[in-house]
């Protein structure tokens, strides 16, 4: 199995860095990145149907979650990413990845900071940034035991149906589903935007971008941001000669 490193073909001075992320597209796009500041940032519905069976990913944005409490479990299935762009990229820049991604060419991002920042002005409707590298598991589930309790306290619902107050109980019900969902997903956190099975996507060694919008986002979408450009340099397969 090749992990060499493809021959670098930069348009700039390539900065010393060990954070870079990279950006595996046909040439074309590359130079249309930096020609005119185009880029396509896809979704998680997108990532589930993808056209190359190896990549696609049916579960894209979805994990099964599991949380243990002394007297009481809470199980079910979180989704997420109806309202967020993304961009996949890699920490590794090598021939193995390249060939899988059926590309020639590369944006190394080496400020990725300053790039998802700089995108995030051209994203229409833009509320949070999310940036980390995917964590691969057997399988995709989030498991933790806890040691608060996850269901709230029922006393308020029995106060309420105690009351005769109208529209009380249905007050106090809502109470305490919003109680029990805030809870949930401060355990969640953002692990369901970063989770991938480890078979076969953990060779790509993932780092992802995620931008969230205001509103549903319905397919990927080609924004135009010379500003991100500055974060960036080109790269090329060396040509046979």
């Known amino acids: 199995m090749s992990t060499s490193t493809p021959a670098i073909h930069p348009s700039k001075t390539r900065p010393v860095s060990g954070r870079s992320k990279y950006r595996y597209m046909e040439s074309r796009y590359v130079d249309d990145f930096f020609s005119n500041g185009t880029l396509r940032l896809t979704t998680y519905d997108e990532c589930r149907k993808h056209e190359d069976q190896s990549r696609r990913d049916s579960r894209e944005g979805k994990a099964n979650f599991y949380f243990p409490h002394a ?85 308020q619902l029995v106060l309420a149906a105690q009351s005769g107050i109208a529209g009380s109980v249905e007050a106090a019900f809502e109470a305490m ?42 397919a990927p979408t080609v924004f135009k941001c010379m500003e991100a450009a500055n974060y960036c340099i080109p790269g090329h397969r060396e040509r046979s000669k």
């Open 177 to 218: 589903n919003r109680q029990m969902g805030e809870r949930l997903d401060a355990l969640l956190g953002d692990q369901t935007y970063f989770i991938k099975e480890e078979y076969p996507f953990s060779v790509e060694d993932e780092f992802r971008f995620v931008w969230t919008v205001d509103h549903e986002v319905i």
């Open 71 to 155: 007297n009481h479990a809470i199980a079910g299935i979180q989704g997420v990413g109806r309202q967020s762009y993304m961009l996949c990229t890699s920490s590794t820049l090598s021939d193995e990845i390249l060939s899988r991604f059926q590309a020639d060419a590369w944006i190394e991002i080496f400020d990725p900071q300053g790039f998802a920042e700089a995108m995030s002005h051209a994203i229409l409707g833009f509320t949070q940034l999310q940036m980390a590298p995917c964590r691969y598991a057997i399988k995709r589930s989030i498991e933790q035991r806890t040691i608060q309790p996850i269901l709230p306290d029922p006393t």
